[in-house]
T-cell receptor
Framework: QKEVEQDPGPLSVPEGAIVSLNCTYS??????FMWYRQYSRKGPELLMY????GNKEDGRFTAQVDKSSKYISLFIRDSQPSDSATYLC???????????FGAGTILRVKS | NAGVTQTPKFRVLKTGQSMTLLCAQD?????MYWYRQDPGMGLRLIHY???????AKGEVPDGYNVSRLKKQNFLLGLESAAPSQTSVYFC?????????????FGPGTRLTVL
């Protein structure tokens, strides 16, 4: 079993839809949770960053962490074609120096 | 400020050939990483370095070697390439561990081994 599980998709939605992307993990020592966005043929870039449990909102994006269930989510409101990309969850321990990534979910937003 | 750069961008090798991928960062970061990305597998850590002169194995180190002789450079070597090493390789760097481990990625190197 992988440390971090993420459905690779692809997930295809119409423009304006609410998108929900999820990851589960098994290592209870993970304390920091991130979402990276990767456009085609580019390197990943940090999108959202959350500490421990709770929510964080940034514009149309909301990241949620439920440590009791070992489950994290990224919600995208009013999705746009420009949101089409691969979204990778990543997590790290308190004093860790290695991120552990999920497989990435391919998202396609159709206009 | 170029961030993280990778050389070359593309390469085709024959089985058994060797090559070196170069990663350079101009952000004075301590930590540097080499990943490979394959369809459906996400980013898998090959080797990493926590400072100049240090290296450590990641999740999939077999068939690769690395060196960090200068703080700004991290080299990934393939001594005898195999078709299983066909992949996209990403280098990343960060100035922090733990909480602030935002990694900055290079544009990637697409390697095909025939």
């Amino acid at each position: 079993q992988k440390e971090v599980e993420q459905d690779p998709g692809p997930l295809s939605v119409p423009e304006g839809a609410i998108v929900s992307l999820n990851c589960t993990y098994s290592n209870s020592a993970f304390q920091y949770f991130m979402w990276y966005r990767q456009y085609s043929r580019k390197g990943p870039e940090l999108l959202m960053y959350t500490y421990s449990s709770g929510n964080k909102e940034d514009g149309r994006f909301t990241a949620q962490v439920d440590k009791s269930s070992k489950y994290i989510s990224l919600f995208i409101r009013d999705s746009q074609p420009s949101d089409s990309a691969t979204y990778l969850c990543a997590m790290i321990e308190e004093y860790g120096n290695k991120l552990v990534f999920g497989a990435g979910t391919i998202l396609r937003v159709k206009s | 400020n170029a961030g993280v750069t990778q050389t070359p961008k593309f390469r085709v090798l024959k089985t058994g050939q060797s090559m070196t991928l170069l990663c350079a960062q101009d952000m004075n970061h301590e930590y540097m990483y080499w990943y490979r990305q394959d369809p459906g597998m996400g980013l898998r850590l090959i080797h990493y370095s926590v400072g100049e002169g240090t290296t450590a194995k990641g999740e999939v180190p077999d068939g690769y070697n690395v060196s960090r002789l200068k703080k700004q450079n991290f080299l990934l070597g393939l001594e005898s390439a195999a078709p299983s090493q066909t992949s996209v390789y990403f280098c990343a760097s960060t100035g922090w561990r733990g909480a602030y481990n935002e990694q900055f990625f290079g544009p990637g190197t697409r390697l095909t081994v025939l």
